[in-house]
Every structure is written in structure tokens, then in C-alpha cells.
């Protein structure tokens, strides 16, 4: 079983293995109510901007508990 701080490390190390992400943060991470996966949602920027404001990009991916297997990443829209 994963502990949270592996569980973002392997997310995150997931995510920079798939895109250019730059700067990325962690936003929320959350446990299942079922407690059989972590949801972890990381934000980056997709390249370095000179822009004085920031373009980010949210990602939540689901991992399983008991191996740390990254199931799915999906885009993660903000509510307004």
C-alpha cells in the first residue's frame, strides 16, 4: 500500500513522463471513499511563458492504492 507523498511522487513523475510540463504544482489530493485509490491533482505550465500572468494546465490522475499503478489522467476543469 501507498502512503500520499509516494502517491504524488509517482503522479507526478507520470505526468513530466508524458507532457513538457514546467513548474508544476500540487493542487488537491484526495482518497477514495472506498479507500482503494488516490486522486491527485497536479497543475503545470505548458512552456515557459513571458507573460505576466500564468497559463496552467490541471490534471487529476487516479492511482491504486495497493501498487502505486497510475490508472488513468484526465483534464481537470475548475468550477467557477
Given at each position: 500500500?501507498?502512503?500520499?507523498?509516494?502517491?504524488?511522487?509517482?503522479?507526478?513523475?507520470?505526468?513530466?513522463?508524458?507532457?513538457?510540463?514546467?513548474?508544476?504544482?500540487?493542487?488537491?489530493?484526495?482518497?477514495?471513499?472506498?479507500?482503494?485509490?488516490?486522486?491527485?491533482?497536479?497543475?503545470?505550465?505548458?512552456?515557459?511563458?513571458?507573460?505576466?500572468?500564468?497559463?496552467?494546465?490541471?490534471?487529476?490522475?487516479?492511482?491504486?492504492r495497493q501498487t502505486g499503478d497510475v490508472l488513468a489522467m484526465k483534464i481537470r476543469t475548475l468550477?467557477?
Amino acid at each position: 500500500m501507498i502512503d500520499v507523498k509516494t502517491a504524488v511522487k509517482v503522479a507526478a513523475d507520470y505526468l513530466s513522463s508524458l507532457v513538457s510540463a514546467y513548474n508544476t504544482r500540487l493542487e488537491e489530493v484526495e482518497l477514495t471513499e472506498d479507500g482503494d485509490y488516490w486522486l491527485i491533482t497536479l497543475s503545470y505550465d505548458t512552456k515557459p511563458s513571458p507573460l505576466p500572468f500564468e497559463l496552467r494546465s490541471y490534471k487529476q490522475l487516479r492511482l491504486n492504492r495497493q501498487t502505486g499503478d497510475v490508472l488513468a489522467m484526465k483534464i481537470r476543469t475548475l468550477q467557477q
